[in-house]
C-alpha cells in the first residue's frame, strides 16, 4: 500500500520543519539581517519619524526582500549533497506535489518570521499602527512569491559550485514586481490610502508564482541528478 | 559512457554489474534507476517503457546509491519513518525490527552525524528493506562494511531473492548470495 499524496506532503513538510529547527541559525539569518538593515536606516539617513515614515514602505520591503533571499540557496543544497533529493524523486509520489510542500516549509521556516517581525520594525520607523495589516499582508505575499521563485533559481543551481550568485541574478528581476507593488501598497497604506489594488496584484503574482513553479523545479529538479 | 549494454533482470534473479573503476557501472544504475536518461536505447519495467509511468515505476524500487540518502541531523528511526514513510505506511515496530536486523539497535535515537560510514550503510540498507519494493537496485551495497556486515547483507539479500524480488548490484568483488547463482554483466 503506498502513502497517500496528502500525507506525503504533510510528512516532508513537517520534517523540513524539524530539520530548520535543529539548524536554527538558518531560520535566525534572515531574521537579524532584516532587523539590522532596517535599524540601520535611522541611524544613516534622519532619525526624524516624518522623514522615516516617507521611505519606511521601500526600506522595509527591501530588507525583506534581500533577507528572504539570503535564505533561498538552502533550499535543496544539502538534500542534493546527503542523497534524499535522488530518494525524493524515486519515492514514487508526484515530483510536484512534494516540491510544493517544500516551498511551504521553506516559507514557513524563513519568510514567516519576516512577516511576524515586521511590525515591530515598522513602528520603530514611525508608520502608522493602521497600516501594519497591509505590511504584513504584503509581505507574506511577497515572500511567498519570492520562496516560490526562488525555489525554481534554488533548483536550477543546484549542479553549480557557486549558484549563489547566480542565484540572485536569476530570483531578482522575477521579484521587482512584486517589490514595486508591495512597496506601493504599503505606502499607500501609510498614506491612508486604498491599498487594496496592489495587495490584489500582489496576490494575483503569489497565485501564479505558486501553481507554476512546483511544475519548473521538478523539472530543474530531475536535470540536476545528469 | 556506455554503449551496447543491455540486460535482463527476472524476478527471483541477481544481477551483479562487474567492470573496472570509471567504466560506468553507476552511470548504468542511475540509468535503471531512472535517474539518468539514456541517449540511446530504453529501460522498460514489465514490457513498459520506465518514463511511459515513472512514478508507479519508481514506487516498484529501491534504489541504494554512492550517497546513503540520510539526513545527518534526523535519528536512525527519524531517517527511516522519513524515507519509508514517504512511499509506504510504516509503523515504529516495523522501523525498530529492522534496525534490530541490521545491528542498529543501540544506536537507533542517535542523529545520523554521529555514526560511523559502516553505520550509515547499514542503515540505508535497513531503508531498502523497509522499503518491500520488489526490485532492488544496490550501488556498492558493501562499501564500508565488516565482515558481519557483508555476511548480514548477503543473507538479507538472499531472502529478498527468495521472496520473488530481484536485484541489481553494481560491486567489484562478485557478491556471494547463499543458494542463488549470480549473473554477470561484464561492462569491461
Known amino acids: ?59 522595509l520591503w527591501i530588507a525583506a526582500l534581500l533577507a528572504a533571499l539570503l535564505g533561498l540557496e538552502f533550499m535543496y543544497r544539502a538534500d542534493h549533497a546527503d ?23 521553506h516559507w514557513t521556516a524563513s ?11 515598522a513602528i520603530s520607523l514611525g508608520v502608522p499602527s493602521d497600516a501594519l495589516c497591509v505590511l504584513m499582508a504584503s509581505l507574506a505575499l511577497g ?28 530570483v531578482l528581476p522575477l521579484a521587482m514586481p512584486a517589490l514595486i507593488f508591495g512597496a506601493r501598497a ?11 489594488g496592489s495587495l490584489l496584484l500582489l496576490g494575483a503574482m503569489f497565485v501564479l508564482s505558486l501553481t507554476l513553479s512546483p511544475l519548473a523545479v521538478s523539472a530543474a529538479l530531475r536535470i540536476s541528478q545528469e | 559512457m556506455l554503449h551496447g549494454v543491455s540486460l535482463d533482470v527476472a524476478a527471483g534473479q541477481v544481477v551483479h554489474v562487474a567492470g573496472s573503476n570509471g567504466v560506468g557501472k553507476t552511470t548504468l544504475l ?14 522498460s519495467w514489465q514490457d513498459r517503457p520506465i518514463t511511459a509511468d515513472f512514478d508507479s515505476y519508481a514506487s516498484t524500487l529501491a534504489y541504494l546509491g554512492h550517497n546513503d540518502g540520510l539526513k545527518a541531523d534526523f535519528s536512525a528511526r527519524e531517517n527511516l519513518s522519513h524515507e519509508v514513510g514517504l512511499r509506504r505506511p510504516v509503523t515504529s515496530d516495523e522501523i525498530d525490527d529492522t534496525l534490530t536486523r541490521v545491528g542498529l539497535a543501540d544506536c537507533r535515537d542517535l542523529p545520523a552525524r554521529v555514526l ?28 564500508n562494511l565488516d565482515h558481519v556486515g557483508v555476511q ?12 520473488d524480488g530481484a536485484a541489481v548490484i553494481a560491486a567489484h568483488q562478485p557478491p556471494a548470495i547463499p543458494g542463488h547463482t549470480v549473473n554477470c554483466v561484464n561492462l569491461a
Open chain 1, 1 to 59: 500500500m503506498q502513502t497517500s499524496l496528502t500525507r506525503a506532503m504533510a510528512l516532508i513538510y513537517r520534517d523540513d520543519l524539524v530539520l530548520a529547527f535543529r539548524r536554527w541559525e538558518q531560520i535566525a539569518q534572515p531574521v537579524v539581517f532584516f532587523t539590522m538593515v532596517t535599524t540601520l536606516v535611522p541611524l544613516a539617513l534622519s532619525p526624524e519619524l516624518g522623514a522615516l515614515r516617507e521611505i519606511a514602505g521601500g526600506v
Open chain 1, 83 to 105: 542523497g534524499t533529493l535522488e530518494q525524493m524523486l524515486l519515492s514514487g509520489q508526484p515530483l510536484a506535489w512534494l516540491v510544493l510542500a517544500k516551498t511551504a516549509a
Open chain 1, 111 to 121: 519568510g514567516l518570521p519576516l512577516v511576524l517581525v515586521s511590525p515591530l520594525l
Open chain 1, 143 to 170: 515572500t511567498g512569491t519570492l520562496s516560490a521563485l526562488g525555489a525554481i533559481g534554488a533548483a536550477l543551481t543546484l549542479g553549480l559550485r557557486r549558484g549563489s550568485v547566480l542565484l540572485s541574478l536569476l
Open chain 1, 186 to 196: 504599503v505606502d499607500m497604506a501609510i498614506h491612508g490610502e486604498v491599498a487594496r
Open chain 2, 30 to 43: 542511475r540509468v535503471l534507476a531512472g535517474l539518468l536518461t539514456a541517449e540511446q536505447g530504453s529501460v
Open chain 2, 116 to 143: 560511523s560510514a559502516g553505520q550509515h550503510r547499514r542503515l540505508a540498507m535497513a531503508r531498502v528493506m523497509l522499503t518491500s519494493a520488489p526490485l532492488w537496485i544496490l550501488d556498492e551495497p558493501f562499501t
Open chain 2, 152 to 163: 548480514l547483507l548477503s543473507s538479507v539479500i538472499a531472502e529478498h531473492i527468495d521472496g
